[in-house]
């Protein structure tokens, strides 16, 4: 067990400035623990992560290649092709401001526990551990939820490499009990892995972006050119297709922009190994920047490939698993094995990744004493200096969390929504903070966006509260139905209402507050 070190001090920009003016005259593990310790914090983790490492971790964690094939198949009732490649266009600037908005804020306050600890600091002394502790638990939500999507999608396509081997005419293999074993098994050797530190995950990280880069290119090339035929560009680029049951046209076309929206989430993972990170005011941001562009870009390649690969909507909109049927009818039975083995492997980074963020989190949350038993999950594994207990836990969570879907298929049918709108949340409430509480006196870090920052903020909440209200409606109401209806708001407020009652009725006086923050800066000086 580690022992408790923590020291709460308001973060000025005379201090930060002071900080990085350091770097000149120190190295840059000396300047990065010295801020931390401006933060309040004493460094614990080992200086080891570099800018690839970065960019890595949060281009994973996206997952573009195999979480676009993850939604696709629901966007053709619900804009059709004009919502899967122009939803990508639309989106683009408004995730850039919220990528830049996430970067200035990273570059400001480098600390493990990213938004939670970004609302820590940018509330005032009377608001900060209630809005921090939300906005924490709104991001382990996201995280079981994105872990319980990619288990679900690794299981089902094992379940369809079984399927697709046997052959067409074979009895095909389905049960919710086989999906819910594998998920299991699965969950269990991703932990197993992740135990073993950051260190081990970069080496993981850096093969899988080689990975992810020649599998995204094999599958973009092969699918059109091994395809029977090749849908007109007129067909992928203006076909719009309304079979949600609404009269507006608007909002099937934002309902239909499913995969861009459950893609675009996770490039700030970087910020919860950011104590790790060489020079992480610097190379966080320009992390959360690269991998951005880069899967923006990854994802107008895939949504245009596939588009022009597609031989027969209606098969795909009945079908089991559409993945394998896309696959199978555009190439054959080897190829569509060797795709799916593809789409496996990187799923099982972006769950790595996830298991490795969350416990970052909750290893933060606990060391400012926001959660139950904090001094137990307090705590770092001395040989691969990671949150062992903190990791353990939350991949319980994630295994449990799984089971009701034994039950019904409904419960898994809102998981991507609930994902999406999880992390935007978590995403929009450092913005709303720094609005609120720091419009005026906001500190700089090396990246800043000058006096354009208000405006991007401003622009970022806009959109995320906006997309949050989409993912919220029904896929369908074309009939409305148990199945069709979405309860991710249903499950959005159930995390919201535990959140509330383990702050009413948990200690959280123990959360290092700013009352001393000027005997501290002082005693700095």
Known sequence: ????????????????????????????????????????????????????????????????????????????????????????????????????????????????????????????????????????????????????????????????????????????????????????????????????????????????????????????????????????????????????GYSSSGIAFFLGILPAAVTMIGYENGAHISEGTKNAAVTGPHGILISVVSALVQGIIISCSTLFSIQDVQELQQSSYPIGTLFIRSTNQSVTIFFLVILIVCLAGCTCSMLLSGAQMIFSMARDGLLPYHRYWYSLDDKHNVPLRALLLLSGICILAFLPSLASEVYLAIVLSTTVIFFNTSYCIPSICRLVWRRHDMPKGPFNLGRYSILIHTVSIGWILFIDVIMCMPRTVNPLSLYSMNWSSVMFGFVLLISLILWFTGNNSTMINHNDADDNIGEMK
């Open 1 to 244: 067990m580690i022992e408790t070190h923590r020291q709460q001090v308001f973060v000025t920009e005379d201090i930060l400035a002071d900080d990085y003016k350091s770097v000149s005259s120190n190295s840059n593990s000396d300047a990065d623990a010295n801020q931390l310790n401006h933060l309040g914090y004493k460094q614990e983790f080992k200086r080891e992560v570099s800018l690839f490492a970065q960019v890595g971790l949060s281009f994973l964690t996206m997952a573009m290649l195999p979480g676009w094939f993850l939604g696709f198949n629901e966007s053709m009732d619900a804009g059709g092709p004009m919502s899967l490649f122009w939803g990508y266009i639309v989106e683009i600037p408004f995730i850039l401001c919220t990528a830049l908005s996430l970067a200035e804020l990273f570059s400001v306050f480098p600390i493990n526990g990213g938004v939670y600890s970004w609302c820590r600091f940018l509330s005032n002394n009377k608001w900060s551990p209630f809005v921090s502790q939300i906005c924490g638990y709104l991001f382990l939500a996201g995280v079981i939820s994105a872990v319980m999507a990619t288990g679900d999608g690794v299981a089902l396509a094992i379940v369809g490499i079984v399927n697709v081997s046997r052959g067409e005419g074979q009895e095909q293999i389905s049960s919710n009990g086989l999906i819910v074993s594998i998920y299991i098994l699965y969950t269990l050797i991703i932990t197993a892995y992740c135990t073993l530190g950051i260190k081990y995950n970069d080496y993981l990280n850096r093969f899988l972006i080689i990975w992810t880069i020649m599998g995204t290119l094999v599958i973009c090339i092969t699918l059109p050119v091994m395809s029977p035929s090749n849908p007109s560009a007129v067909w992928v680029f203006t076909e719009f297709n309304n079979q949600t």
